[in-house]
């Protein structure tokens, strides 16, 4: 038996108690959902998207869910302190797929007509926009995991900025992953950003069980004329960890989005990235860090679709792979017939410090427009062995000269990162993690 036909069982049996613990707006989109996961499937090393991560068989195993909404009690003040020097944020929780506000966040006034909450609340209580932009840009009708979320997803959070409303404190969602059991998670996240809005949105994921866990996430944003986001993924889980997230984005005339994802400890990881420039100026920024050993794997996969004239995406990833490691990075940029002026760069940077370790990469280009400035480019290789030597006859130590080494090769990215104190954070979480230091998450007391 194929491993969808598993959940296809599974969301008939339980479809009352799904709905029941969810709302309207995110109950409407489950027979679709259902419908594309039975003529599509679950999504594996066959097809071209997925050719070196098997997503399927994450699923064969027996996952616990929770329909019923069993409350699973994290003490969310005792479990994680955000530790990020100069970082004050407005801190808000999920406890595996359901939304919690912490003090801070509860006693915090937000601007005027702004939502920043759950997302099965707002689907009851601000249905309008909730049905207006919900599973609008997630593609179902194609193999991924959209389907399967939206049939299983029960919460998440959403966040929505009106026009010209600027929220300058950072949002914070963080993602306590607990269970007594192997569990499988669904979450959900929704942006609306309205013209001239500006955000800025961290998103971490921590695990507190040593149980496995099979994490589903798709986000979707909605990027309005002239608004901004910045958007920071920090994955800090355990070796038995699997995340597969698909993130959405959709940017209107004159936008801007930059976008960062950061994989400092994980087990198996596949991010899926698709961006929709559809109006003239919007600027995109996509970077990403993966540092991973033993036999971790992360898969970045990105989709930059350009649609009009006088946009630009630039994509910038790195990975450090020890051990048997295996990584994999696929960047697409398409432009179309109408999209003259475009300007794309797009680059994957990679080193194997061990000849076990494995990384697969593809960038492409698919340009039907002529007047266009793009280009794009990989590697795969190991330390500058002459600047090893160098650092060597300088008295530096072989580690410590490792890790000066591998620290320089990320930095590029980390100065990408324009919110100040994080990157400050991520240059010290980086290098803990090179020297072996960080062996699960910092913020999460129990991981201690």
């Known amino acids: 038996m194929k491993p969808e036909q598993n959940y296809i069982e599974l969301f008939n049996r339980n479809r009352a108690l799904i709905d029941s613990g969810s709302a309207g707006a995110m109950n409407a989109l489950r027979d679709r959902a259902l419908d594309c996961l039975v003529r599509h499937g679950l999504p594996h090393k066959g097809l ?203 940017q209107e005339q004159d936008s801007s989005v930059e976008a960062d994802f950061v994989t400092l400890h994980n087990g198996r990881t596949r991010n899926t990235v698709y961006v929709t420039l559809q ?64 300007s794309s760069e797009q680059t994957n940077r990679n080193i194997c410090l061990t000849r076990s370790a494995r990384m697969f990469t593809q960038p492409q280009l698919e340009i039907y427009a002529d007047d266009v400035k793009c280009s794009h480019g990989a590697t795969v290789g190991q330390l500058d062995d002459r600047a090893m030597f160098y650092m060597r006859q300088r008295g530096i130590p072989e580690q410590e000269a490792r890790m000066m080494l591998m620290q320089a090769f990320v930095g590029e990215v980390i100065g990408r990162v324009a919110l100040e104190p994080l990157r400050d954070r991520l240059n010290r979480l980086v290098e803990k993690r090179f020297r072996g230091e960080l062996s699960q998450c910092e913020g999460c007391r129990a991981c201690r």
């Open 48 to 250: 071209e998207e997925y050719l070196h991560t098997d997503v399927a068989e994450w699923f064969g195993p027996d996952w616990g869910l929770n329909p019923a909404r069993i409350d699973m009690h994290v003490d969310m003040a005792q479990a994680f302190r955000c530790n990020v020097p100069n970082l004050s944020t407005l801190l808000y929780f999920l406890a595996n797929d359901e939304f919690a506000l912490s003090q801070t966040a509860a006693r915090a006034s937000l601007p005027e007509g702004v939502f920043a909450g759950s997302l099965r609340e707002a689907a009851g209580s601000r249905p309008e926009i909730v049905e207006r932009y919900y599973g609008r840009s997630a593609d179902m009708d194609r193999p991924g995991i959209a389907a399967v979320n939206s049939m299983f997803a029960q919460d998440g959070m959403m966040i929505y900025v009106p026009d010209g409303v600027v929220i300058d404190k950072p949002l914070q969602l963080v993602t306590l992953l607990h269970s007594p059991v192997d569990m499988m998670v669904n979450r959900r996240i929704l942006v609306v950003l309205g013209r001239c809005a500006r955000l800025k949105l961290l998103l971490c994921d921590h695990a507190l069980s040593a149980n496995r866990f099979l994490t589903t996430q798709v986000m979707e944003v909605f990027a309005g004329p002239g608004s901004g986001l910045e958007l920071y993924d920090l994955e800090e889980t355990h070796n038995a960890n699997l995340r597969i997230s698909e993130l959405y984005v959709s």
């Open 279 to 342: 109006g003239r100026g919007a600027r995109l920024s996509l970077n990403g860090i993966g540092a991973i050993d033993r036999e971790q794997h992360l898969d970045n996969m990105t989709f930059v679709d350009h649609r009009v004239p006088e946009c630009t995406s630039n994509e910038l990833f790195k990975y450090v792979l020890d051990d048997s490691a295996t990584g994999a990075f696929a960047g697409k940029v398409l432009v179309r017939k109408d999209a003259q002026h475009t």
